[in-house]
């Protein structure tokens, strides 16, 4: 029991963490764009009345700017999106000293939610990935070597995100 409970609180810690960077790092304005792209998609995949709790949602935060609701709005764009299969194709590269630096792992994750997947392939690459906002970094051999980038909004039919790796780039030979 207590072991859950510790589980708990650290994903609860890393839940607060996240909505924090996310109110530090994007504007309002950026927030209204993206849902207002974000619904514009959505409207050729969903019905009305499938869209009318996003478009209450997205009325009230417009006039609030309340973080909860903003909360509620991302979190139901990217569940609709992904039950109506509203996607978008990312193009995703890696640098290092503004040169491409190909053959690192991507890794990425849903604001809100708390799964890390893993690109297909490796970079450069193309991902279909539900509309939303992300967050990326870049791995080889198992270790980081991005700053985890983000959240990026990821809304239009394509979509390109850059990660610079400033780690060392860990040999493949240890």
């Known amino acids: 029991m207590a072991r859950t409970s510790s589980i708990l609180t650290c994903i609860i810690v890393m839940m607060i963490g996240m909505n924090m960077v996310w109110s530090q790092t994007v504007s309002w304005r950026d927030r209204g764009k993206f849902a ?58 890696t640098l290092n000293a503004a040169r491409l630096l190909p053959g690192a792992s991507v890794r990425y994750q849903l604001a809100g939610d708390t799964i890390a997947r893993e690109a297909k392939e490796l970079t450069s690459c193309d991902e279909t990935m539900v509309i939303g906002y992300y967050f990326f970094w870049s791995e080889r051999n198992g270790q980081q070597t991005s700053r985890k980038k983000g959240p990026v909004a990821i809304v239009g039919v394509n979509e390109f995100v850059e990660l610079e790796e400033t780690q060392d780039v860990p040999s493949k030979n240890p």
């Open 36 to 93: 207002d792209a974000a619904f514009r998609r959505l409207q050729n995949a969903a019905s009305p009345q499938e869209l009318e709790p996003l478009n209450g949602y997205i009325s009230e935060w417009n006039k609030t700017r309340s973080e909860d609701l903003w909360v509620k709005c991302r979190n139901e764009i990217s569940t609709l999106a992904s039950e109506k299969s509203v996607l978008s194709k990312v193009r995703i590269t």
